[in-house]
């Protein structure tokens, strides 16, 4: 079917061999109902990213926005990251939807004011008070983008559910866009993820034992195996309910509960370089999270010096141990 045809709000895309909305459906306001009201998405409606469809959105994003506002790469790349933020944790609320956009709302950058403003209340609401070691400084507190261009990204990412979507769609995405910003001359690289995949099937990962990546990079190996962790973790809890599917709320509530208390206490993640410390908190969290345990160190320094430095980051908690006894070493920048 020809797409110009379809009514839909933006242009469409084809996906598996059939048209897909990749921006949404226009709706038309019902009486008395706003603009707003009745452009804004339902969660129903949200749909998992798949293949390179992701990729290809961060890309077009981030092209857009150093183009449009004229900034720097990397500085496109951190504002992009506060959007994907805002659109992780909307997604996260309970409550109804506010990442959207409407179409007046595009029209320029005058009427793409209140689409900035809702970004920015889940901004300073929902995300800066929730990760405060990764929106410390007072830039990283706002959005730095004009109206229109925050309007764009929105439209791109609205339709998409990054929590529902496969850990690989969003981790290729992910390091694409971060390798292209923060690769650095030192020689660093990405290791692949079939390559980590491999070698975290090689080294099976149990719940009860600590992870440490000296060299965590954009948190990939990290990431791949404590998925790996957390599924038998839940496989274990599921085969002491009485109903394995759904579970009773406080069955549910503790597998919950041994979940976090794994991601805080047996995921370790360290890099020289803190702007890959600071992307590899923000890949964490579209990914199960386990950002607690992330330092900016020199894994190749003292151990008594090194494990101090991550207990006072952290808190009381003394983290020598996990320095000392982790058990799976991962990804490795040379």
Not at 13 to 29: F, H, I, S
Not at 127 to 136: A, D, E, L, N, S
Not at 189 to 213: G, H, I, S, W, Y
Request: net charge positive; proline share 5%; glycine share 6%.
């Amino acid at each position: 079917m020809d797409q110009r045809r379809r009514p839909l709000l933006f242009r469409q895309a084809r996906d598996n061999g059939r048209w897909v909305g990749v921006r949404g459906d226009r709706r038309d306001p019902a009486a008395g109902q706003t603009e707003e009201d009745a452009q804004r998405p339902k969660r129903k409606d949200l749909r998992p990213a798949t293949a390179d469809n992701l990729l290809f959105a961060f890309r077009r994003c981030h092209n857009y926005i150093a183009g449009t506002d004229g900034m720097q790469k990397p500085e496109a790349f951190w504002e992009l990251l506060k959007l994907i933020f805002c659109k992780i944790e909307d997604e996260r609320d309970p409550k109804e939807l506010s990442f959207f956009v409407t179409p007046t709302e595009l029209t320029s950058a005058t009427t793409a004011l209140p689409a900035k403003a809702r970004v920015q209340k889940i901004l300073t609401g929902k995300v800066v008070g929730k990760y405060p070691t990764i929106f410390q400084a007072p830039e990283t507190q706002s959005i730095e983008l004009s109206a229109n261009v925050v309007a764009y990204v929105v439209s791109q990412l609205q339709s998409f559910s990054l929590l529902a979507s496969n850990v690989d769609v969003k981790g290729v995405a992910y390091e694409e866009v971060v390798g292209s910003n923060l690769r650095g001359d030192r020689g660093e690289f990405f290791t692949p993820r079939n390559a980590c995949r491999m070698a975290v099937e090689m080294l099976r990962p149990q719940p009860a034992e600590k992870l440490l990546d000296p060299a965590c990079g954009t948190g990939g190996f990290l990431i791949i195996a404590m998925n790996k962790s957390l599924e038998l973790v839940e496989q274990a809890e599921r085969l002491q309910w009485a109903d394995p599917v759904h579970g009773t709320d406080h069955e549910r509530t503790e597998l919950w509960r041994k979940r976090a208390e794994y991601l805080t206490n047996l995921v370790v993640g360290l890099d020289l370089n803190p702007n890959l410390v600071r992307a590899a908190k923000m890949n964490m969290v579209m990914n199960n999270d386990g950002s607690g345990g992330l330092f900016q160190a020199n894994s190749l320094a003292n151990p008594h010096a090194l494990g101090r430095r991550c207990a006072c980051r952290r808190g009381a908690r003394d983290h020598r141990r996990h320095l000392y006894q982790s058990t799976v070493w991962g990804q490795h920048r040379h």
